[in-house]
């Protein structure tokens, strides 16, 4: 069955850095756009990051634009979000989630959590 | 910047009708998409490109847009239905990605 699985988290100290994994199986990886989300705790829902189905495009959102990259490996079926000067409101429960034709993030992880604590 | 706006809560009993709202202005040009997130899971997509419903979702959820608002409606609410609801959409441009504040609907 399609499956994401999300990876890396933890906790850091601010202005470190970390990269968080996602694992996919059960569909052909690198037909899909993927997005990184994100929910800090008790708060709403925040799209970071998007990437190309063939890793030619990214886009991020202004809260991490400079800091974040997004890259994916579709050899391994992987997705990265590679996160530098971490902030303190950076966080949160991190998802990889799936695009599909018309259907934005049709598929998430179960999402892990990074803690950026001094 | 753009932003969708939703209200906070919204509450009902059991076997009535509840209604989420999004609204934005691009909604007009944008699809919506909702997105149901029971406590403690991840969310999971009940809407797209407006009123379409993925397979596996009761039909009592529907989704509807107008001018510049979305609406997420469920039919017969029942108490598993207790949850967050978020609307998703780009701006104009396409350019920005954004969540509504999300809704938290409780039936009780």
């Known amino acids: 069955q399609v499956q994401l699985v999300e990876s890396g988290g933890g906790v850091v100290q601010p202005g470190k850095s970390l990269r968080l994994s996602c694992a996919a199986s059960g569909f052909t990886f690198s037909s899909h756009a993927m997005h990184w989300v994100r929910q800090a705790p008790g708060k709403g829902l925040e799209w970071v990051a998007v990437?190309?189905?063939?890793?030619?495009?990214?886009h991020y959102a202004d809260s991490v634009k400079g800091r974040f990259t997004i890259s994916r490996d579709n050899s391994k079926s992987t997705l990265y979000l590679q996160m530098n000067s971490l902030r303190v409101e950076d966080t949160a429960v991190y998802y990889c989630?799936?695009?599909?034709?018309?259907?934005?993030?049709?598929?998430w992880g179960q999402g892990t959590l990074l803690t950026v604590f001094s | 910047s753009y932003e969708l706006t939703q209200p906070p809560s919204v509450s009902v009993s059991p076997g009535q009708t509840a209604r989420i709202t999004c609204s934005g202005d691009?909604?007009?040009?944008?699809?919506a998409s909702w997105y149901q997130q029971k406590s403690g899971q991840a969310p999971v997509l009940v809407i797209y490109e407006d009123s379409k419903r993925p397979s596996g979702i009761p039909n009592r959820i529907s989704g509807s847009s107008s001018g510049t608002m979305a609406t997420l409606t469920i039919s017969g609410a029942q108490v598993e239905d207790e949850a967050d609801f978020y609307c998703y959409s780009t701006d104009s441009s396409g350019d920005h990605r954004i969540f509504g504040g999300g809704t938290k609907l409780t039936v009780l």
């Open positions: 691009a909604l007009p040009k944008k699809y």
């Open positions: 990437i190309s189905y063939d890793g030619n495009s990214e």
């Open positions: 989630a799936r695009e599909e034709v018309a259907r934005p993030f049709d598929t």
